[in-house]
């Protein structure tokens, strides 16, 4: 059976699912962080397959620029629960829930 | 079955497997270490659908740097110890297992992914092929609307750079 | 003579039915990982013979002729000692750490250019093939993946064996890994830049060059176009000192200091496991020093392009490159004490990466002043050592929409006799030279 661009679409939506699922039932918030890389990862995916799909490069230059964008987001993502963990001695996420030190 | 179907069941049996494992374990450590297998796979998928570059980027920026800020801001913060956060049984999982599985049901079965407009013409491999000159040609082509967001995205990363410090710097 | 001589390189591209260019990669992939692994003792030894020296003590002297054989007695007692494995530690990433060191170390090496081998289609013309397992189209971001995918077996290492020293050690190591990573990126951004691929192959291609037009053919991709010179220097400080902190060796092996940690991540190893992380240290090594041989010190060009020098082939250069990586490695260690941590991140962040951003400014604009020059004055093509990549000949297109403020339309479209025009693709002669010259 030849793998055709619903195949890559599937699996992208699978993976999405399992990071949303992760989101809803982790508490640790770097691992809910993993869960939203691994989203963005699942979008990519499906955006590549479907530029192959079209013939166009344009679903590889988004990529390119979600990458960016992860990057940073992780960056002061973990900055910010580095400066939680510092001020409060605990990252769970049911008791960081006031949004200030 | 062909070289790339092959490529594709097994990428996409261990992708979902490592991606399962990441939100099943407790250890944090197992979980990050999950995800760099999944984004490993990604990379192969990049590869059977020949983005070569956005292969290399992922591995180096994914799994070679975000992955490892990961996995030292664990261990810096001493989460390693599984206990750490211990999930209390609660509604709350099965029912977000059931609503996953019911959103995922809901993509599959849209009527996007089920019938997927054909594109025009056959597309050939020279068209979406992500070789370096390809990414490049189009992301620094003024024609082409890549040219903008590339600039505005080196800022995105000189202010992330900079709250990362300051986020992280012990005395503000 | 030369030309006789050469002919014994070039093979017939079938061989009793077998197509020999399609066995190539072949070939490569086991002669690296043999060589690899076979060179790995003389290594050792080597290092130990020449710190020896260094610090005025015999060294090696008991196992075989001046001590040859003492590494594989070594490796024969690390295969022989048992496998001990400490209490708590945690089990599958502890036994798989090893092997992630191991693999990716060694697969970073599936790109490194050894040479062209020359091949004869049945109607007379020559191709040639690189000896190289991949020739994919982005080499250097591949060995770049690899070795970031070498932290891992690092931080698994330390964090999987439940101590304190082995968590510091891992730690260390992968902080020092993803800093000094950037500054090697950008000094090999600026070789990337001047040759304008990212295919180690072409990157060797493009120092195959003559120095100025009207240079003797001795001079031809001797050591004056080789990209240590041609990219000023300075990326080859910063690649060689990004180099020595990747592969954590000294004066930066700071993860496996033995006097603060005790040794580091794989402090708790034994035995195959503590030989194969050692494997994976002096294969990295190896890989580094050829991609800076290759990038910087011509690869598989000979330093001269006369007699003595050209009979010798292209791979023999390229290991004598690396063996002078490996030396400079040794005497380093013999000659610099440890740094201090923060002076180690200092180094990294606050000097290396500015610099190398700055050179990378400087590289790109010379290129690009270099190109406009040219544009400008087709006369000055002779004083550059560098044939213009961006400006192909042009083919009387009357409608270039270039942006470097394109000629008058009834000017004469310049016509550039590059030297070396010809040089890639399989075109069977570069100007008056065989391509068959060993490289």
């Not at chain 1, 993502?77 to 409060?88: N, Q």
């Not at chain 2, 399962?20 to 979980?31: D, E, Q």
């Not at chain 3, 400087?362 to 990549?389: C, S, W």
């Amino acid at each position: 059976m030849a793998i055709t661009t619903q195949h890559y679409l599937i699996l992208s939506a699978i993976l999405f699912t399992i990071g949303v699922i992760g989101v809803l039932i982790k508490r640790n918030p770097i691992v809910i962080f993993m869960c939203i890389e691994l989203m963005l990862n699942a979008v990519n995916l499906s955006f590549v397959a479907l530029g192959r799909h079209y013939g166009q490069i344009n679903g590889q230059m988004y990529v390119i620029f979600a990458l960016a964008v992860a990057a940073a987001e992780v960056s002061v993502g973990l900055g910010i629960i580095v400066a939680i963990f510092r001020s409060r001695e605990t990252i769970d996420i049911n008791e960081v829930n006031l949004m200030k030190f | 079955m062909s070289g790339e179907s092959v490529s594709f069941w097994i990428l996409a049996l261990v992708s979902v497997f490592a991606s399962i494992m990441m939100i099943v374990s407790k250890n944090p450590v197992r979980s990050a270490l999950n995800l760099v297998i999944t984004f490993l796979c990604v990379a192969g998928f990049y590869i059977l659908l020949s983005a070569q570059f956005l292969a290399a980027v992922q591995i180096i920026v994914y799994a070679g740097a975000i992955m490892v800020l990961f996995l030292f801001v664990i261990m810096l913060l001493n989460l390693g110890a599984p206990e750490a956060l211990i999930e209390k049984g609660s509604l709350q999982k099965p029912v977000a297992v059931g609503l996953g599985i019911f959103f995922v049901v809901l993509i599959i079965s849209s009527q996007a992914i089920l019938s997927l407009p054909q594109a025009v013409g056959r597309p050939s491999v020279t068209q979406y092929q992500g070789t370096v000159e390809a990414i490049g040609l189009s992301l620094f082509d003024p024609r082409q609307p890549w040219l903008f967001p590339f600039e505005i995205t080196s800022i995105l990363l000189l202010v992330a750079v900079i709250g990362a410090i300051v986020m992280a710097k012990r005395k503000v | 003579m030369l030309e006789k001589f050469n002919h014994l390189f070039i093979f017939p591209e079938y061989f009793h039915g077998i197509r020999l260019p399609g066995v190539v990669p072949y070939i490569a992939v086991l002669g690296s990982v043999g060589f690899i692994l076979t060179i790995l003792p003389m290594l050792i030894w080597i290092e130990r013979v020449v710190l020896a020296l260094m610090q005025d003590r015999s060294g090696p002297n008991r196992v075989g002729p001046r001590g040859l054989l003492q590494s594989s007695a070594d490796a024969l007692k690390l295969f022989m000692k048992e496998d001990a494995r400490p209490k708590n530690v945690d089990v599958s990433l502890y036994h798989i750490a090893p092997a992630i060191a191991v693999v990716t170390s060694i697969s970073a090496a599936a790109v490194l250019p050894l040479q062209n081998i020359t091949f004869e289609h049945a109607n007379g013309v020559q191709f040639s093939v690189p000896l190289m397992a991949g020739d994919v189209n982005i080499g250097i971001l591949y060995i770049l993946a690899m070795s970031s995918l070498q932290v891992y077996g690092v931080v698994m290492a330390g964090w999987s064996s439940n101590n304190k020293y082995s968590l510091l050690g891992g730690l260390r190591a992968s902080a020092q890994l993803i800093s000094y990573e950037l500054s090697m990126g950008l000094s090999l951004l600026c070789v990337i830049v001047m040759a304008g691929s990212l295919q180690l192959n072409k990157i060797v291609d493009s120092q195959n060059i003559l120095p100025f037009a009207g240079a003797p053919e001795a001079l031809r991709g001797s050591v004056m176009c080789w990209y240590w010179i041609r990219s000023l220097i300075v990326p080859v400080v910063i690649y060689t000192i990004a180099m020595i902190a990747e592969t954590n060796r000294s004066p930066f092996d700071l993860p496996e200091a033995e006097s603060e940690l005790v040794a580091g991540f794989h402090t708790e190893y034994t035995s195959m496991k503590f030989a194969m992380f050692f494997t994976a240290e002096y294969v990295a090594m190896l890989v580094v020093s050829g991609l800076n041989a290759a990038m910087f010190w011509g690869g598989p060009l000979p330093p001269l392009n006369v007699v003595p020098f050209t009979l010798i082939p292209g791979f023999v250069w390229l290991i004598l490159k690396i063996m002078g990586g490996i030396f400079f490695y040794t005497w380093l260690r013999g000659t610099l004490p440890r740094l201090r941590y923060d002076a180690l991140m200092n180094l990294g962040w606050k000097k290396l990466l500015p610099l190398g951003l700055v050179w990378l400014f400087i590289i790109a604009g010379m290129n690009l002043g270099t190109d406009l020059l040219i544009h400008q004055y087709p006369g000055a093509k002779q004083f550059v050592p560098q044939e213009a990549r961006f400006l192909e000949p042009e083919v009387k297109s009357t409608t270039s929409s270039d942006d470097f403020g394109s000629v008058d339309d009834n000017q004469e479209p310049v016509q550039y006799n590059t030297p070396s025009s010809g040089r890639r693709g399989s075109a069977p002669h570069i100007k008056g030279i065989p391509v068959s010259r060993v490289r």
